[in-house]
């Protein structure tokens, strides 16, 4: 049984009484710079020159520094660009400013486990990554729950990292829902594969083949797109409360052994076969080396691959529907319809 924390686990004056650079203010930067601010601990946000996301770190009452001038400030550093910029702003601007004793924080062990950041003996390196998109992290926070983090310590220079590690869960809101002890190389390998298995590639190319297929058959975008999208969340939202047999509790008979008959028809042996292929590639780097030599390159595959990802038809048919829903109200005010911006 994994080793679980909560609440009455950690000791939030650890972090409290810490001086916490937030490098980057995007998904999650936002969310743990601001959770940990309304936990009552003295947050910084470090930023490139020029950086577009100044002026909503500032809206939001940080105060901003460079990336350099935070990280000297700081006793505890936290990572949260995007992890193909981490490498880059870790040798150039974070590794000349870090003291002894410091902590370095992640969301996740991408660079620790593939070894572009390599942290000299004297600091702390810890990771905790929430189970869930930045913006949940802030909502739930705001909401007084919190999103499931995973926590690990790869080295503990000063005999306080663990906890450290859960005093900073503790004041992101993580341990308000549960924490889970694992290493920086379980968490990272398991997360690669459940967002691209899963999560976002499984996911996302099932509704693509779904909606294609439905509409290829004649059937109105509209309605494919409310039976292959919209109504994933509600089913999502059953499996979440209580597995996928709750899911199947509520549905009809006529579609519970539909899923019995056909999902195994349609997910068949061969997906697994698949899914065990990219694993091995996670595992043996060769995913890691692709994403880090095409991102400096320019990332011509990912740009292509972003925009052909854009262009599918649901997309728009989703953009008309969604602005007749009565009952979405969008949240994330960052996030801008029909374009990559984040
Ligand atoms: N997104 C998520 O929900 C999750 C992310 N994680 C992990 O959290 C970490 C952060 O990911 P995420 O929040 O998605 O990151 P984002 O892409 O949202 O980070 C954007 C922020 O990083 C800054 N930034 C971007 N490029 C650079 C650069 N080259 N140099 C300096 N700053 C830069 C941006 O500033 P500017 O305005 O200047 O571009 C912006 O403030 C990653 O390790 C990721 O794997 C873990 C769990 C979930
Ligand atoms: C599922 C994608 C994720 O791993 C996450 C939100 O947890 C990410 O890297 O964004
Ligand atoms: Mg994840
Ligand atoms: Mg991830």
Redesign the pocket.
């Known amino acids: 049984m994994a080793e679980l924390f909560y609440d009455d686990d950690a000791d939030l004056s650890i972090i409290a009484g810490r001086k916490v650079a937030v490098i980057g203010y995007g ?1 999650q930067g936002h969310a743990h710079a601001l959770n940990l601010r309304d936990s009552g601990v003295d947050v910084r946000v470090g930023l490139r020159e020029g950086s577009s996301s100044r002026a909503k770190a500032e809206d939001a009452g940080l105060q901003v520094l460079t990336v350099a001038a935070a990280t000297a400030w700081a006793d505890v550093v936290v990572i949260l660009a995007p992890d193909q910029a981490q490498r880059h702003l870790y040798a150039n601007d974070i590794a000349p400013n870090l003291a002894a004793g410091s902590a370095l924080v992640f969301a ?1 062990g991408f660079n620790i486990r593939f070894g572009y950041i390599t942290p000299p003996d004297g600091v702390d390196v810890v990771m905790i990554a ?5 913006h949940l992290v802030r909502r739930e926070y705001v909401d007084g729950r919190g999103v499931p983090v995973i926590v690990a310590v790869e080295q503990d220079a000063t005999g306080n990292a663990w906890a450290l590690a859960l005093s900073y869960a503790k004041a992101i809101g993580g341990l308000r829902a549960a924490g889970i002890k694992t290493t920086f190389t379980e968490e990272t390998e398991s ?1 690669l594969f ?2 691209q298995a899963v ?2 590639g499984g996911v996302s190319q099932l509704i693509q083949y779904g909606f294609e297929t439905l509409t290829e058959a004649g059937y109105q975008p509209e309605v494919a797109y409310f039976e292959v999208l919209h109504e994933l969340k509600l089913i999502v939202d059953l499996i979440n409360e209580g597995g996928i047999a709750k899911q199947r509790w509520s549905v009809s008979d006529t579609a519970e052994y539909g899923d019995y008959v056909s999902g195994p028809r349609v997910i068949d042996p061969s997906v697994k076969e698949n899914m065990k292929a990219v694993l091995a590639d996670i595992q043996n780097g060769a995913f890691a080396k692709r994403f880090i030599d095409d991102q400096d390159a320019g990332a011509p595959e990912f740009t292509a691959l972003r925009a052909k990802g854009e262009a599918h038809p649901i997309e728009a048919v989703g953009r008309r529907l969604r602005k007749l829903f009565a009952w979405v109200k969008p949240t994330d005010s960052d996030f801008v319809e029909g374009s990559a911006a984040r």
């Open positions: 998904s996740h929430p189970k869930g998109p930045g997360d459940g967002e999560l976002c």
